[in-house]
């Protein structure tokens, strides 16, 4: 079945790096996506990594894929407290109608000063 | 910029109401989705949409319905609103049928209340 799995909550100190996990269970995903959501907001796409790819770099972000035990990761380097949200993984499930994507239940970023 | 919009951001209805959610986006998008949101499950699918007139059933459908009649607008309905239809719900475009890396823009969310 589908299933992405992240963890609730992580805190970080300011200027530190922070490292967001997930993992996924559908081996077909074609790509694999971070989005972000600030207080009050709807969600915004940060990134996304086509499942051939190991690695993908974007200023501050890293995302890191291992497609082999199916975990992919974001790396924000420098964190500030503007990078305070929930970030979501998630993965595409190509479907016969509409491209859908997967949602794991989001990871609360928090920053220390 | 791509923009999505829904009708409200906060709406309060008692149980058994009939409650409208409206979403327009202005980018042409072919596909459209429904998502609520909840602590700790994440966004969870309810109905999308990828043409006019044309609708499928997200992973949680029971007490929902949709209407897309026009292609910038896709309605949510909660026929019979009830206590734990209390959520956030969130609608989405994205702008072609079957594009595996199609990002989906998100409008700023509606938070429903049901008393």
Redesign the interface.
């Known amino acids: 079945g589908e299933d992405?799995e992240q963890s609730?909550f992580l805190s970080v100190r300011e200027g530190d790096s922070s490292v967001i996990n997930c993992t996924y269970t559908d081996s077909s995903s074609?790509?694999l996506y971070w989005y972000k959501q600030e207080p009050?907001?709807?969600?915004?796409?940060l990134t996304?990594i086509f499942s051939n790819m190991d690695m993908k770099q974007d200023q501050r972000l890293t995302v890191l894929l291992n497609k082999k035990d199916k975990h992919l990761s974001l790396r924000i380097a420098d964190t500030q407290t503007g990078d305070s949200a929930i970030y979501?993984c998630a993965e595409?499930h190509?479907?016969?109608?509409?491209?859908?994507?997967i949602?794991?239940?989001?990871t609360r970023l928090s920053i220390r000063p | 910029d791509v923009k999505?919009t829904q009708s409200s951001r906060y709406l309060v209805k008692r149980t058994g109401e009939k409650v409208f959610l409206e979403c327009v986006q202005d980018m042409d998008h072919?596909?459209m989705f429904w998502?609520r949101q909840d602590p700790?499950?994440?966004?969870r699918?309810i109905y999308?949409?990828?043409d006019v007139k044309?609708k499928?059933k997200?992973d949680i459908p029971e007490g929902y319905s949709v209407s897309r009649e026009k292609k910038e607008r896709f309605s949510l309905i909660l026929e019979s609103a009830s206590t734990n239809q209390t959520s956030m719900y969130?609608c989405?475009s994205?702008l072609?049928?079957?594009?595996?890396?199609?990002?989906?823009?998100?409008?700023?969310?509606t938070r429903l209340t049901v008393l």
Do not use: C, W
Not at chain 1, 103 to 106: E, H, L, Q, T, V
Not at chain 2, 96 to 109: K, M, V
């Open positions: 992405v609730l074609t790509y009050g907001a709807g969600l915004q796409l996304y979501f595409s190509p479907s016969s109608s509409a491209s859908k994507i949602f794991g239940s989001g | 999505v072919e596909n998502y700790g499950l994440g966004l699918l999308f949409s990828y044309m499928e997200g969130l989405a994205s072609r049928r079957r594009a595996s890396t199609d990002t989906q823009y998100f409008g700023p969310g």
